[in-house]
């Protein structure tokens, strides 16, 4: 059974870091890309980043470039979300997602797993 189980969601004031984890299982972790989302009440699912299957490239949406970094350990299954520079709009419900092959992705329709989400609140 494939499992993608988050963990690393908070409330921060705005200008903060956090860091989002999401360890999967399940399935060869290191033969698929990986992508975080996040769905806010005014923009629906929104894609965020996302990491190749060897880490070697990522993407990332503009809103967050320069702030946020994705990043995986395939020795331990998990890929990772750190956000520095938090703004009150990087509010929302934060998903991590595995893709349906190893080359990253930014459109929704090409993953095919999702995290239970994380809940992440920038605000002072």
């Known amino acids: 059974e494939v499992r993608l189980v988050q963990s690393g969601g908070a409330l921060v004031q705005p200008g903060g870091s956090l860091t989002l984890s999401c360890a999967a299982s399940?399935?060869?972790?290191?033969?698929?890309?990986m992508g975080w989302f996040r769905q806010t009440p005014g923009k629906g699912m929104e894609w965020i980043s996302s990491?190749?299957?060897?880490?070697?490239?990522?993407d990332y949406a503009d809103s967050v470039k320069g702030r946020f970094t994705i990043s995986r350990d395939n020795a331990k299954n998990t890929v990772y979300l750190q956000m520095n520079s938090l703004k009150l709009q990087d509010t929302g419900v934060y998903y991590c997602?595995?893709?349906?092959?190893?080359?990253?992705?930014?459109?929704?329709?090409?993953?095919?797993?999702w995290g239970q989400g994380s809940q992440v609140t920038v605000s002072s």
């Open positions: 997602a595995r893709a349906r092959d190893g080359y990253r992705t930014t459109h929704t329709q090409d993953y095919n797993y």
């Open positions: 399940g399935f060869a972790f290191d033969d698929y890309a």
């Open positions: 990491i190749s299957w060897s880490g070697d490239s990522q």
